[in-house]
């Protein structure tokens, strides 16, 4: 069974850049959309982005300015920079299989990290 | 921006009862409406899509229903296993793609 694992620093300094990379355990990487979303404690999931093989990729409006998605099919992963963090940006990151192209719900998550901004 | 609200925040329930929890969005989103359960300490797991498609594995007592902005998720019976939270999603008007505060569910 595919399986995802988000890793990643756990503290951010404010101003500084968010980096995580989520690791697809077999080569389904080239089949699907791959996305970010990320949980504030006590709040629902917030969707970050997605990304594809091809390179397509979207963003959230609220976030695109400072966030980059990258895709390494070679290696089964993908990855996330977010710059200039502040103590808003701490959450827990999940990485997520995104069904279709079509259908734009996720039918596989990562355990997710917690990234924590302070400094 | 399609906002999604769901209700009640908190829905106490007892082993055998049924619980129905309820999401609106704020403009039509058709069928395009999925249903999370995140129970403590663990990831979102999929539940629903397509309004009311079960996804694999999930149990029959899960049901949902609903078109256009208001939506359902029924869990007949409810198991001591079902606490957690239980987000919606809508998947029909994005970017942003977008999920509701969810509802917790405690037995």
């Known amino acids: 069974q595919v399986q995802l694992q988000e890793s990643g620093p756990g503290l951010v300094k404010p101003s500084e850049t968010l980096s995580l990379t989520c690791v697809v355990s077999?080569?389904?990487?080239?089949?699907?959309?791959w996305s970010w979303i990320r949980q504030a404690p006590g709040t629902g999931p917030e969707w970050i982005g997605f990304?594809?093989?091809?390179?397509?990729?979207n963003y959230s409006p609220s976030l695109r300015s400072r966030v980059t998605m990258s895709i390494d099919t070679s290696k089964n992963q993908f990855s996330l920079s977010l710059t200039s963090v502040t103590a808003a940006d701490t959450a827990l990151y999940y990485c997520?299989?995104?069904?279709?192209?079509?259908?734009?719900?996720?039918?596989?998550w990562g355990r997710g990290t917690l990234v924590t901004v302070s400094s | 921006e399609v906002v999604m609200t769901q209700s009640p925040a908190t829905l106490s329930v007892s082993p055998g009862e049924s619980a129905t929890l309820s999401c609106r969005a704020s403009?039509?989103?058709?069928?395009?409406l999925a249903w999370y359960q995140q129970k403590p300490g663990q990831a979102p797991r999929l539940l629903i899509s397509?309004?009311?498609a079960r996804a694999a594995g999930v149990p029959a007592r899960f049901s949902g229903s609903g078109s256009g902005t208001e939506f359902t998720l029924t869990i007949s019976s409810v198991q001591s296993e079902d606490l957690g939270v239980y987000y919606c999603?809508?998947?029909?008007?994005?970017?942003?793609?977008?999920f509701g505060g969810g509802t917790r569910v405690a037995i």
């Open positions: 997520a299989r995104v069904r279709s192209g079509s259908f734009w719900f996720f039918d596989l």
């Open positions: 077999d080569d389904s990487i080239n089949d699907f959309y």
């Open positions: 990304i594809h093989k091809s390179g397509s990729s």
């Open positions: 403009q039509s989103v058709n069928y395009n």
């Open positions: 397509g309004t009311s």
């Open positions: 999603q809508q998947y029909n008007k994005w970017p942003p793609l977008t």
